[in-house]
């Protein structure tokens, strides 16, 4: 089984960063793809940004050019550094990878990102 563990979520002024980490654990699994959705009050859930085991990286349009995924495929951990937040990045944030042969999709819990003004 598969578990993630997300840290780094908490409260920013406009204009600041963070950086979200996403650890995955368990035996028998190799992680395959991994990214990070997240889901606004009133909101669907979008995508931010996934990154490929060979390193190929997909951006949603509201983060490309301020937002960047990155991945330490021997610590089975993915990173997204936000820059130059926003209000409207205000969200839960939640890390999603797909694992093992048969390419199970697992969550996690969320981290929650309050961008203030």
């Known amino acids: 089984q598969v578990q993630l563990v997300e840290s780094g979520g908490g409260l920013v002024q406009a204009g600041g960063s963070l950086r979200l980490s996403c650890a995955a654990s368990?035996?028998?699994?190799?992680?395959?793809?991994m990214g990070w959705y997240r889901q606004a009050p009133g909101k669907q859930r979008e995508l931010v940004a996934d990154?490929?085991?060979?390193?190929?990286?997909n951006y949603g349009d509201s983060v490309k050019g301020r937002f960047t995924i990155s991945r330490d495929n021997a610590k089975n951990t993915v990173y997204l550094q936000m820059n130059s937040l926003k209000p409207e990045d205000t969200a839960v944030y939640y890390c999603?990878?797909?694992?093992?042969?048969?390419?199970?999709?697992?969550w996690g819990q969320g981290t929650l990102v309050t961008v203030s003004s």
């Open positions: 990154s490929t085991k060979i390193g190929s990286t």
């Open positions: 368990g035996s028998g699994f190799s992680i395959n793809t």
């Open positions: 999603k990878v797909r694992a093992g042969i048969r390419d199970l999709e697992v």
